[in-house]
């Protein structure tokens, strides 16, 4: 991990490693996702915040599952059906199994996953992410997504990754944390540029359109907790793909996005997240 342990501190001249500050006292994204899908690494400032938000948001979990639902469809599509060998996932958070490489390896075992969030607490579970197959490899960036520079000239980025085959970029319920669509528009650009032609975008990030005003209560409830988050659009997620051939049926929600027994789980009303897959040409 390029002098940097499972805690995320690097160590100094004896060897001492600090521990990471977690802020525990503070509501997180991940952590609050984590404890909605019914995980147990949140604590009580993530319980008390995901009860204030689902109260006016009551499907929020329901569409946080379609969404895991939905990493499994695409993984496995991708893998399967397109011949993906190589993933980038940005904005991991929590190892939720099965995770994206259990997926992409269970079809092909020398798929390789380069994983990158920035938050201590997924760095603290990053080995569960890193469990590859022997054909295939697996590796954590602790990196920022606004900071495209950190994650593209890291060591894990370098190694992992061979830039002469397609990669999958996959961004799943990360972009609604970008309140600004201009940047969210320039985070995709500067992670696609590098990436060759045949390479993969897939986003999956809320929308208000299948329950707009339940939605927008619970956006309203993240931002009052200090977590700015928004939600997008149907011409707003179409734009983050700009440039790049969007594979049928485009943008949707994404219990209709190739959907199986799983995504029948789920009417349309209790899932808020848009995604689509499109290629670079």
């Known amino acids: 991990m390029s002098g ?8 100094d001249e004896d060897g001492y490693r600090p521990p990471p500050d977690l802020h525990t006292d503070k509501p997180h994204p991940a952590r609050i996702y984590d404890y909605l899908l019914g995980g147990r690494d949140n ?3 993530d319980r008390e915040a995901s009860s204030g938000i689902t109260e006016g948001w009551p499907n929020l979990p329901k569409s946080m599952r379609a969404n895991r639902d939905f990493l499994v469809r695409v993984t496995r599509y991708l893998a399967a059906e397109l011949g993906f060998r190589q993933f980038l996932d ?5 190892p939720t199994s099965p995770n994206l490489h259990e997926v992409a390896q269970e079809v092909a075992p ?3 996953i380069l994983y ?6 997924v760095l603290v579970h990053a080995r569960a992410l890193l469990t590859s197959t022997p054909q295939g490899r697996t590796a954590y960036v602790d990196a920022d997504l606004r900071d495209t520079d950190a994650i593209l000239n890291s060591e894990e980025y370098r190694e992992i990754l061979d830039l002469d085959q397609p990669v999958a970029l996959t961004l799943l319920a990360v972009m609604h944390y970008i309140l600004d669509q201009g940047e969210a528009r320039d985070i ?3 992670l696609m540029a590098p990436l060759p032609q045949g390479s993969a975008l897939v ?3 809320t929308t208000h359109i299948s329950a707009p005003e339940e939605v927008h209560k619970g956006i309203a409830s993240y931002n009052a907790k200090g977590i700015p988050a928004r939600s997008m659009d149907q011409t707003e997620v179409e734009d983050l793909f700009d440039g790049l051939e969007l594979l049928p049926p485009g943008v949707t929600l994404i219990n209709h996005w190739h959907p199986d027994d799983a995504a029948a789980r789920f009417t349309d009303a209790q899932v808020h997240m848009l995604g689509g897959v499109a ?3």
Request: hydrophobic share 40%; net charge positive; charged share 25%.
């Open 4 to 11: 940097t342990d499972w805690l995320g501190s690097k160590a």
């Open 43 to 45: 604590f009580a400032a």
């Open 90 to 94: 940005v904005g991991t958070g929590l």
């Open 110 to 112: 020398e798929s390789r």
């Open 116 to 121: 990158v969030d920035n938050d201590p607490i």
């Open 188 to 190: 995709i650009a500067r």
């Open 203 to 205: 986003v999956s990030t």
């Open 279 to 281: 290629i670079k040409r």
